[in-house]
């Protein structure tokens, strides 16, 4: 069972209006959330993509794995909670492929929590921050149709660099190691490791790419 460290957070107001997600944070700034801003790029991608395969299947397919995605995500959230979970019989050889890296987790210092960043511009919900394998880590849980390579998730090591920072400016707490559980269909879990200081350049980079272009 895993120790649980409090830290007193600002708690955050949520809205999501015309595909974006905005949070309003203590001082009444209104900011756009981190997954929009990594998720400039691929917009174009998505696109073409539903134009290939039809609308009917788009739908289904996303469908498919939001769903998968927010169970698997609540699962590991409980588990770590020591709460009861039962998943579903697909989601449960996922989640059951998952779990043995949730043991490596400890001393948690967020677990689906809201966070902010004034220097950025950016807020977020990070899934955990936490040591794993005893160094602190922003922890992200993925799940996905089939393996990823490192070159094809730039956007989430842009995402969790963008927690640590703001994790840092709340807190006063340094965090310097991503991590990525990555819960593949029918395949091995795979476990993705990367340093902050490589990835927050290019987050401020599309940052600034996303003011420029509406303004916020």
Known sequence: MPTFIHHDLPKLERTDSNQVRLYKTPSGRAYPSITTITGLHSKQGILEWRKRVGEAEANRISSQASKRGTKV???CESYLRSELCEPDTFDSEIFGRIRP???KIDNIHAL????YSDHLEV????????EYEGKLSVIDFKTSSKPKTRDHIHGYFMQTAAYAVAFEELTGIPVGRLVIIMGIDDN???IFVEKRDDWIDGFKSLRLEYKSKHGI
């Open 188 to 190: 091995p879990t795979k």
């Open 112 to 115: 689906e929590t809201p966070l």
């Open 101 to 103: 890296y949730l043991e």
């Open 123 to 130: 807020a977020g919900t990070v899934d955990c921050i936490a």
């Open 73 to 75: 995500h609540g699962y």
